[in-house]
């Protein structure tokens, strides 16, 4: 399985991006997804997570209201839209897949992509 994130760039605090990963390999929609960050000088969290139908969404509290995952499972694609961001979201962040949902928001995901950087100036 690979999964291939993009989508991350520079922006404006107050302003907005769309993360996507494409994933290849096994049947994508057997997965649960997930997007973790990773700040500088600090650990990896979690951002949010979808189980494989999108029927249930995970986020955590800092993104609650701002962050919307969605997937399309035709396009083999998960999504992340990132409205009114903050400086403190800036961060490296990756997208996550497994087949159990609860392993993706346990941190315990089995695959990771690369990370896309998302800057947010104050």
């Known amino acids: 399985v690979q999964l291939q994130a993009s989508g991350g760039g520079l922006v404006q605090a107050g302003g907005s991006l769309r993360l996507s990963c494409a994933v290849s390999?096994?049947?994508?929609?057997?997965?649960?997804m997930g997007w973790f960050r990773q700040a500088p000088g600090k650990e990896r969290d979690i951002v949010a997570a979808?189980?494989?139908?999108?029927?249930?969404?995970y986020y955590v509290d800092s993104v609650k209201g701002r962050f919307t995952i969605s997937r399309d499972n035709a396009k083999n694609t998960v999504y992340l839209q990132m409205n009114t961001l903050k400086p403190e979201d800036t961060a490296v962040y990756y997208c996550?897949?497994?087949?159990?949902?609860?392993?993706?928001?346990?941190?315990?995901?089995?695959?990771w992509g690369q990370g896309t950087l998302v800057t947010v100036s104050s």
């Open positions: 996550v897949a497994d087949d159990n949902t609860g392993a993706v928001v346990r941190n315990r995901a089995r695959y």
């Open positions: 979808i189980s494989w139908s999108g029927g249930s969404t």
């Open positions: 390999g096994r049947p994508f929609s057997r997965y649960g």
